[in-house]
């Protein structure tokens, strides 16, 4: 499986930004996509996930209200929409494939940086 985030930019604090993920190679209507962040000098952290045959979408408490995670089943693609973004969003975004409960397939990563 192949990953490719794009969508990351500059934004102002209170703006909104929506990241895009599409997926390549073999998936399955059973897996599911989700969403990490990583800030600088910090630990990976959930962001978001979502399921191909939309089972349930789920999300990090610090996104919870905020954050949207949806997907395009037709077009392979995972999205995420930002808003009311803070500063302390700023971090690299991945998008990541699952499958037998695990994370096994990474983007690249997209940044986000929120100015205050």
């Known amino acids: 499986v192949q990953l490719q985030a794009s969508g990351g930019g500059l934004v102002q604090a209170g703006g909104s930004l929506r990241l895009s993920c599409v997926a390549s190679g073999c998936t399955s209507w059973s897996h599911i996509m989700g969403w990490f962040r990583q800030a600088p000098g910090k630990e990976r952290e959930f962001v978001a996930e979502?399921?191909?045959?939309?089972?349930?979408?789920y999300y990090g408490e610090s996104v919870k209200g905020r954050f949207t995670i949806s997907k395009d089943n037709a077009k392979i693609s995972v999205y995420l929409q930002m808003s009311s973004l803070k500063p302390e969003d700023t971090a690299v975004y991945y998008c990541a494939h699952k499958a037998a409960g695990r994370y096994d397939y990474w983007g690249q990563g997209t940044l986000v940086t929120v100015s205050s």
């Open positions: 979502i399921a191909w045959n939309g089972a349930g979408a």
